[in-house]
């Protein structure tokens, strides 16, 4: 069956083929280490484990490479503003080293918590000066570059396709650009390929290089990264929406200039995380949750973050509230107690798992990772009539996309026979519609010291 995804090259959904058969390179932007994740952050590398769940479900291989950035972000995205590493170590007093080995630490805390699987390849920036420096000599070779007072610029003008994946209009952009523009830029667009150490002054990460003492500019590390790894064309790369008019157009130029080749085949984009009132997550916002205060810390398992992710399409703002939040996690109490209880018939039987709905399932799946449809496929299945057994493991094979963890579940938290008895009673009573039983049935389960909500799915019953 085809993978149809949304390439934002192209603007269009197109059905996917590895350059090499059978092995996907992916490439995700990782996060700068100055600072904690925020869930808006946080949920665009959920999308990005989907995509690649995705891939591995459809029988592909996949190599995937991320970065850590931990050096040469600067907190304007057009290489104007402080340098974000050693603007985090300033506020806590300590190095730009320590800064950064912190918080990949606190990042790598975070996927695993969320079930994220762990990229093949975990690369810092730091790590790769020598194919950074090499790089910007390439582009010096071929007459894209030029010398500032403060750096070597890319001189975007020399690139025809510059907003081949922005669709920007740069005669509008040069007008937007002129107040703050820098003078010695040949056009507003132009980036940063190498920064000079402020003279004078000694920064806590500079390197030598052949233009003089310094630093990488930040979009030039994905560059050299994933040519590194992964090879000079390559299949897809993907990150947050905020990174297609700067970020990722600046990286396409830079490696289309060098090599000549087309970069990427595919370029995929994860939708903010919006605070109600419309507002964008933000660090800069200082409106920044993560997953340690909005979840660990309210005692709520962070895979209720990951299954609310599921409920809204990964190209579509998602909406965050305490109540969406509650509901979500109402949602996977759901699916987890359905899960416990198949799993009396399915532990132990033969693995079966059901090709209608498993046809459906990546139906669903290969229509650009339609999530929401993929959950009501979900909920058809639990509903149906197929075997429980056969139930249960269509949901296992299900979960190595969902990535929920259904097989860890703790068969001790199942509800008591008697309890069950009294939960299938009810469900048959409400859809008889006959409310007076169902509520007294709520009562008895009551008694014996179990919760009742009802949500749109089926019933939820917990213990108080
Ligand atoms: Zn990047």
Redesign the pocket.
Same mark, same amino acid.
């Given at each position: 069956m085809d993978l149809y995804l949304y390439n934002s090259l192209t603007r269009k959904k197109q059905a996917f083929t590895p350059i090499k058969s059978g092995m996907v390179g992916l490439?995700t $932007?990782?996060p700068t280490v100055y600072n904690y994740a925020h869930i808006g952050n946080l949920r665009t590398y959920i999308f990005e484990d989907i995509l690649k769940r995705v891939l591995l479900y459809n029988g592909y291989a996949v190599k995937h490479v991320m970065?850590i950035?931990d050096v040469g972000h600067l907190t304007g995205d057009r290489d104007m503003g402080e340098d974000k590493m050693e603007a985090g170590a300033a506020r806590e007093g300590k190095s730009a080293w320590e800064i950064a080995e912190y918080y990949t630490q606190s990042f790598k805390k975070d996927i695993e918590l969320l079930n994220i699987l762990a990229p093949d390849v975990w690369v810092k920036a730091t790590d790769t000066l020598p194919e950074q420096i090499a790089l910007i000599g390439t582009l010096e070779e071929k007459g894209y570059t030029y010398r500032t007072s403060d750096g070597i610029y890319f001189d975007t003008a020399q690139f025809k396709d510059y907003t081949k994946l922005s669709h920007q209009d740069l005669e509008a952009l040069k007008e937007g650009a002129r107040v703050e523009r820098n003078p010695e830029k040949r056009n507003p667009t132009d980036f940063a390929l190498w920064k000079f150490s402020p003279p004078g002054s000694k920064r806590q990460m500079e390197w030598d290089s052949p233009w003089g003492v310094g630093f990488p500019g930040?979009?030039l590390? $994905?560059s050299a990264m994933s040519m590194k790894f992964l090879g000079d064309q390559l299949d897809i790369?993907c990150?947050g929406s905020d &990174?297609i008019d700067v970020? &990722?157009t600046n990286?396409i130029a830079q490696s289309e200039a060098a090599t000549g080749k087309p970069f990427f085949n595919f370029w995929m984009h994860g939708a903010f995380l919006i605070i109600q009132g419309g507002k964008k997550m933000a660090k800069s916002e200082g409106n920044f949750l993560t997953l340690e205060n909005a979840f660990l810390k309210n005692d709520i398992n962070p895979l209720v973050y990951r299954f609310a992710s599921f409920l809204t399409h990964y190209r579509k703002p998602m909406e965050y509230s305490d109540e969406g939040i509650e509901a979500a996690r109402n949602g996977l109490l759901h699916v987890q107690n359905q899960v416990r209880q198949i799993a009396v018939a399915g532990i132990g039987s033969e693995p079966s798992v059901n090709t209608e709905f498993k046809t459906k399932f990546i139906q669903n799946l290969n229509d650009d990772l339609n999530m929401p449809r993929a959950m009501a496929t979900i909920q058809e299945m639990l509903k149906s009539k197929i075997s429980d057994a056969q139930k249960y493991s269509t949901m296992l094979d299900f979960d190595r996309v969902l990535g929920l963890r259904l097989d860890q579940l703790d068969q001790a938290e199942a509800l008591p026979e008697a309890v069950q008895k009294l939960v299938d009673a009810r469900q048959q009573a409400r859809q008889d519609k006959d409310f007076e039983t169902s509520d007294k049935l709520r009562a008895e389960i009551e008694a014996l010291g179990y919760q009742v909500q009802d949500t749109p799915d089926g019933m939820n019953v917990v213990k108080k």
């Open positions: 490439y $932007c990782g970065n950035t930040w979009h590390e $994905c790369h990150g &990174h970020h &990722h990286e």
